[in-house]
């Protein structure tokens, strides 16, 4: 049973537009929670991370939403780039255990210049 | 920028055959970590380490086995390489207490 879910296995964006992507999880032992970036042949790049304590964190043109009732995280790229393009894992893990970080299934972003 | 280093990047092999994959990182990172990923899959988690001399099985079930004998390195073994064990495999690494996990570029497994 998958604790962190990425329901949209892919999204389309015209470049300049925002592209939100989504992630859902069930295990509310989770505190921390992060986003990583991977193209292909790549390993994963972390991108972004939030704390539990917050609902909101801002980096340059990413920002991460966290609605604890609701157990989902959202990522906001604003403007999209086509260098943007690329497989998006959310991830997550418990305070008891920080090094335990389950992760989502991906989302595939294509930026369409 | 993390600075961890896996080798071979994409490897073929027959099956039967003894493959060991490399993984070192430079940045005195104490917690090292084996993910497997499948394409369209999520990472799983196959190995960890907390330090020199410590191994612990991950979240999924691996034939393969580590070892970590020293702290920059934790190399993966298949020690009989099966067409069910073609995937990507994620080497990784952390400071203790810390909670952004770094990843190596990836080794591509292909068993034929």
């Known amino acids: 049973d998958q604790q962190v879910k990425q329901n949209s296995p892919s999204l389309s964006v015209q470049e300049g537009r925002i592209s939100i992507l989504n992630c859902d999880y069930t295990?509310?032992?989770?505190?921390?929670f992060l986003w990583y970036k991977k193209y292909p042949a790549e390993g994963p790049t972390f991108l972004i991370s939030?704390?539990?304590?917050?609902d909101k964190n801002e980096d340059g043109r990413f920002t991460v939403f966290l609605n604890k009732s609701a157990k989902h995280l959202s990522l906001h790229i604003v403007p999209s780039q086509p260098g943007d393009s690329a497989v998006y894992f959310c991830?997550?893990?418990?305070?008891?255990?920080?090094?335990?970080?389950?992760f989502g299934p991906g989302t595939s972003l294509s930026v369409i210049p | 920028e993390a600075d961890i280093y896996q080798t071979p990047r994409y490897l073929v092999i027959g099956t039967g055959k003894k493959i060991t994959l490399e993984c070192s990182q430079t940045?005195?990172?104490?917690?090292m970590y084996w993910y497997q990923q499948d394409p369209g899959m999520e990472l799983h988690l196959i190995h960890y380490?907390?330090?020199?001399?410590?191994?612990e099985k991950g979240d999924l079930s691996s034939e393969s086995t580590v070892s970590r004998i020293r702290t920059e390195h934790f190399p993966l073994t298949l020690e009989s390489a099966r067409p069910s064990h073609t995937s990507q495999y994620l080497c990784?690494?952390?400071?203790?207490?810390?909670?952004?996990?770094?990843f190596g570029e990836g080794s591509w497994l292909t068993v034929v």
């Open positions: 295990n509310s032992m989770f505190d921390y």
């Open positions: 990784a690494s952390s400071l203790q207490g810390g909670n952004t996990i770094y």
């Open positions: 940045m005195g990172h104490d917690k």
């Open positions: 939030i704390s539990s304590i917050k």
């Open positions: 380490s907390y330090g020199v001399n410590s191994t």
């Open positions: 991830a997550a893990s418990p305070k008891t255990s920080y090094d335990k970080v389950i």
